[in-house]
């Protein structure tokens, strides 16, 4: 092949391939190879403390999730939480001009652990946008109360008790893939759990209902390892 031939072929394949590298467009999302991931977090709840105002007050959460991608966009989600809040201990007997609470006592260490399983749907599926990863969930579990009586001596009847509850719970997060295997994650989350109001409120205020369904609001943050 003649000199000028060789270079009529080269400059012919150099032309060819500049469309082909300027057709590479940098996409802003990136799939997620890893199943499942274990996320450390903790954070702040606010409670809704019953009808005589006398159960758990808002203060700390931390805990454990545990997730798996089944399909998609899909993943399924455990979540162990503690909570050591306190409650205030009351008694019967009106407030001073206050018709509507009771007279305080003192307070009460109230744990309360909750569990829940929960299907979770992340918005732009199995991969993130820039780094982030936005989801809705949906869960249901219960809720335990863990700690003694403890706090000032009051009757049977007046003792406020957790006991065990059914919880449902809704909420929104969005995490940040700070590298393939490891996310930082800022959840908030919907809770609700029932409380009972103590017997012997109910005699002294017929008015007063038996029990109600406390709305609780949780915000946290946590620290995510995918695998």
Same mark, same amino acid.
Do not use: C, H
């Given at each position: 092949m003649s000199p000028v031939r060789q270079f009529i072929l080269v400059a012919a394949l150099a032309l060819a391939g500049v469309p082909a590298a300027a057709q590479?467009?940098?996409? @802003? =999302?990136? +799939?997620? &190879?890893?199943? #499942? +991931?274990?996320? $450390?977090?903790?954070g702040r709840v606010r409670t809704q403390t019953g009808i005589v105002a006398v159960? @758990?007050?808002?203060? *700390?959460i931390f805990g454990a999730q545990f997730g798996y991608r089944a399909s998609g @966009?899909?993943?399924?989600?455990?979540t $162990?939480? =503690?909570?050591p809040l306190k409650r205030v201990v009351? &008694?019967?007997?009106?407030q001073v001009g206050d018709t509507a609470n009771f007279h305080p006592l003192g307070?009460? *260490? #109230?744990?309360?652990? $909750?569990a829940t399983a929960s299907i979770r749907f992340d918005i732009t599926g199995p991969r993130t946008w820039h780094g982030f990863q936005p989801y809705g969930l949906l869960g249901a579990g219960g809720a335990f109360g863990t700690t003694g009586q403890n706090g000032p001596a009051v009757p049977s009847d007046v003792r406020f008790s957790f006991g065990t509850s059914f919880a449902a719970q809704a909420g929104?997060?969005?995490?940040? +893939?700070a590298t393939r295997r490891l996310g930082l994650r800022l959840d908030g989350r919907g809770t609700l759990w029932k409380l009972h109001t103590p017997s012997a409120f109910l005699l002294r205020a017929v008015n007063l209902q038996q029990s109600i369904w406390a709305q609780n609001l949780s915000l946290v943050g946590g620290l995510a390892v995918h695998f």
């Open positions: 590479r467009i940098s996409s @802003p =999302y990136r +799939y997620i &190879d890893s199943k #499942q +991931y274990v996320v $450390l977090f903790g159960g @758990p007050e808002s203060g *700390n @966009p899909i993943v399924l989600e455990a $162990l939480g =503690y909570m009351r &008694d019967t007997t009106r307070t009460a *260490n #109230q744990g309360v652990l $909750l929104a997060g969005i995490e940040w +893939y």
